[in-house]
């Protein structure tokens, strides 16, 4: 009985998520109990303008290989250079003729160049974008929320009491809320702000400046090591399948090359996508509470477009706390507010959201889910987002290794092939005319 236990294929899936579970919370209860957690952070510190940059880079590749493309094409017909205003600057006609470039070298350099400029180009334009116009809006609507909370408080346990009147239940308990989280506000800004003839208030500003000029140098460090990581990923790309092709047998490097190709193809498909996904949200939000007349737009907005991008939990980490806020400042608009982020959200999940994102992943509803669950338990809000494009990594190349074996055993490499239903009474040739074909 313990051997048929055993063969089952759920069994085999139960224990090794247990098992992959339990590795992953010893390795996390590890890091946080020893002073591994302090090393990784002095680590992640120093490393903050490597990662910013590589961030940029994955996210402009798209754009930048696009630009190179077309730029090539257009310097380089009839293998002759269509201009050589950029070239010119560059290479000198006195240099040995074996030192010179050919018209196709030159027309790669001076595609590279226009392509840089123009990727740098957008994130100066964003960067611009965000802090000229969304940054202001999202700070003067945190000021004039915090300095109108108790108003509003007062205004929502009012309205309370006149509108709902029959559920005394209901009344206390947002009495109880107004009050209690008016009182948490106050003493906070008293013990944090107010104490010391404004010490808090001074130190609290100061270590805020010196974050931010510390951000600024990180993002200009990132901006230009994304710029080299952008034009020079040939090259690196190049060292990597050297070093590989040294190390490993053609095998293996086979295989190395077939992983590395499943995580490109899968953080570019979703990681991009999901970017641009909550930015069209963001955006039609944007618009749809302007039409409402719904109180901070910009805020709000950019609450919903950045949880967003997280799967399944995302929509409503930042629907609830936005409902919230707008709660506070009218009940009946909050309603308002629900029902427009139900419609946006349904418009999301069966129109937007799959022309933007795709089949970049190729997981389930349930493998999303877990990998979601998992990743938010040890790695926060970031774990939450890129947990599933791991797991989709992780899961894609296990999936292409089981058909190569299979392949090579001339066995049936289709999973409803595996299904078993025999324990409803079914034969599977009654629903292989429902069947879709599956790689």
């Keep these: ?17 247990i098992f992959t579970g339990s590795v992953l919370l010893m390795v996390n209860r590890l890091i946080r109990s020893t002073h591994f957690d302090a090393v990784f952070a002095t680590i992640n510190q120093t490393l903050s303008p490597v990662y910013i940059g590589i961030v940029l880079a994955f996210l402009m590749c798209p754009i930048y290989n696009k630009l190179v493309r077309c730029f090539y094409h257009f310097l380089y017909k009839d293998g002759k250079l269509l201009t050589d205003s950029f070239g010119s600057m560059y290479f000198n006609t006195k240099v040995p003729k074996r030192h010179k470039r050919t018209a ?18 957008v994130v100066a334009g964003i960067v611009v974008l965000i802090s000229t116009f969304i940054l202001p809006a999202i700070v003067n609507s945190i000021v004039d929320l915090v300095n109108t909370l108790p108003e509003k408080m007062n205004n929502l346990n009012q309205w309370a009491g006149t509108h709902l009147a029959r559920y005394q ?38 270590n805020s400046l010196i974050a931010m000029i510390n951000a600024f140098i990180n993002v200009i460090v990132g901006l230009l090591i994304s710029v080299y990581l952008l034009n020079y990923k040939e090259k690196l790309f190049a060292i990597g399948r050297k070093m590989t092709t040294s190390l490993f047998s053609r095998y293996t490097s086979k295989k190395i090359y077939e992983f590395f190709e499943i995580i490109n193809d899968t953080f570019i ?18 618009v749809c509470m302007l039409l409402f007349d719904l109180p901070m737009p910009v805020l709000i907005s950019v609450i919903v477009g950045v949880t967003n991008v997280i799967p399944f939990f995302g929509p409503f980490l930042g629907a609830i706390p936005s409902a919230i806020l707008i709660l506070l400042d009218d009940p009946m608009k909050c309603l308002y507010f629900v029902i427009m982020i139900l419609i946006i959200q349904q418009l999301d999940g069966n129109v937007i959201g799959p022309k933007v994102v795709g089949s970049a992943i190729g997981l389930n509803s349930f493998w999303v889910l877990i990998a979601v669950l998992v990743g938010g338990g040890l790695f926060g809000f ?23 074996r299979l392949r090579r055993k001339n066995q049936e490499q289709s999973t409803r092939k595996y299904e078993d239903y025999s324990k409803y009474d079914i034969e599977r040739e009654e629903l292989k005319n429902h069947e879709k074909p599956q790689k």
């Design 382 to 404: 970031f774990g939450m987002a890129l947990g599933v494009p791991i797991f989709a990594v992780i899961y894609r190349y296990i999936s292409v290794n089981t058909n190569d």
């Design 169 to 206: 239940i209901l009344v206390k308990g947002i009495d109880n809320f107004t009050k209690a989280d008016t009182g948490e506000i106050i003493a906070w800004i008293q013990t944090h702000l107010l104490e010391n003839d404004f010490k808090g208030l001074a130190e609290t500003v100061s």
């Design 269 to 286: 498909g979703y990681i991009v996508g999901r970017i641009i996904d909550a930015c069209i949200i963001g955006c039609l939000t944007y």
């Design 104 to 121: 196709a070298q030159r027309a790669l350099t001076e595609a590279r160049m226009l392509a840089s400029v123009i990727c740098m180009a």
């Design 1 to 17: 009985m313990l051997r048929k236990l055993w063969n089952n294929p759920y069994s085999k899936t139960t224990i090794s998520i």
